[in-house]
């Protein structure tokens, strides 16, 4: 994300994720707000992704989504099991801090398609 704001607020999230799990009580409200400002940064990915965790961890009350990748030798990816609901959401909004890296984007965008395929 682009401000300041925007960023201590994403920080904060992740501290209470890593301390007290995914379903730590106003991490939803605090995304909902975070989004807003992502909205205001005129950042439709960011936006979009944002809406689709809250919703997600809304309707699933967990953070199961396979949004990271690995390769292997000739090139073919594959996700990654085994990765820890609250890691994996620590890791997508780590991802977000730096929105603007093209490789942050990309794996943004893995999360994107990954959390549209799981909810509808």
């Not at 994996?88 to 959390?115: F, G």
């Amino acid at each position: 994300m682009k401000t300041l704001v925007a960023n201590t607020k994403l920080e904060a999230v992740i501290k209470k994720v890593e301390k007290e799990g995914i379903l730590a009580k106003g991490i939803v409200d605090a995304l909902k707000e975070i989004r807003e400002i992502a909205k205001k940064e005129e950042d439709p990915l960011v936006t979009k992704v944002l809406r689709l965790t809250y919703e997600y961890l809304t309707e699933n009350q967990t953070f199961d989504v396979e949004g990271q990748y690995d390769e292997d030798e000739e090139g073919n990816e594959y996700p990654i099991e085994g990765i820890e609901d609250q890691e994996n959401l620590s890791y997508l909004l780590n991802l977000l801090i730096q929105a603007d890296h093209k490789i942050n984007r990309e794996e943004i965008k893995d999360y994107r398609s990954a959390l549209k395929r799981a909810l509808y």
